[in-house]
């Protein structure tokens, strides 16, 4: 039986299916707000008004569970020399050409691009999402501002729902890495291949 690694805590694991049920469900939210086209997601919260009420609430909750789980990664995210060799070498990473490979730590270059993405666009969700919250803010603000910061809102909802189909999708493919998320541990060979300046750091070998 291969020998098992914890990568994350049940705390650190509780945390992110959170913000991943809290994203899922702001998400819809959002879509139904955003175009007719998606109005029927209203039925999943209980029509449009309560669709409405629920949605800046829910935006609330991610951005403060996302938070947690930044200040718990923040560390492992800076870039190295490591992330720059291992971009340049995309390609041999696509196709698993793993041979001469830099060795990563915790992560690798995409998934600390997805944590910065995460840590611009989910503040500015929240900051234009309170600009337009109706009645409670939006009152508050000229009508321009409120454009601009439906703009922004949409654009930055865009490009997150982008990197987090494009974070699944990399979860789903590298074969191992859904069980870290689920039970806590990865394999000691898993680790190795795809993170091994990292499985140095944990096993000390």
Request: overall charge positive; some cysteine.
């Amino acid at each position: 039986m291969s020998t098992m690694i914890q990568r994350y805590t049940a705390r650190e694991r509780s945390n992110h299916w959170v913000v991943a049920i809290a994203f899922i469900l702001a998400g819809l939210s959002g879509l139904a707000l955003f175009h007719p086209a998606f109005f029927f997601l209203t039925n999943l919260f209980g029509g449009g008004p309560w669709t409405r009420i629920l949605h800046p609430f829910i935006g609330v909750a991610m951005f403060l569970f996302f938070m947690v789980m930044a200040v718990r990664f923040w560390s492992h995210n800076r870039f190295t020399p490591a992330d720059r060799q291992w971009r340049k070498r995309i390609k041999d990473v696509l196709c698993n050409r793993d041979q001469g490979l830099p060795e990563l730590g915790k992560y690798n270059a995409g998934q600390k691009i997805l944590f910065w993405v995460m840590v611009v666009s989910i503040p500015l969700l929240l900051i234009s999402g309170i600009v337009v919250w109706q009645p409670w803010f939006a009152p508050f603000f000229s009508v321009g501002l409120l454009r601009v910061a439906v703009v922004v809102h949409a654009l930055a909802a865009w490009i997150l729902i982008l990197g987090i189909v494009v974070h699944i999708y990399a979860a789903i493919w590298v074969k191992g890495t859904v069980r870290a998320m689920t039970r806590g541990t990865v394999s000691a060979a898993w680790a190795k291949q795809h993170h091994r300046a990292w499985y140095r750091e944990m096993t000390g070998k």
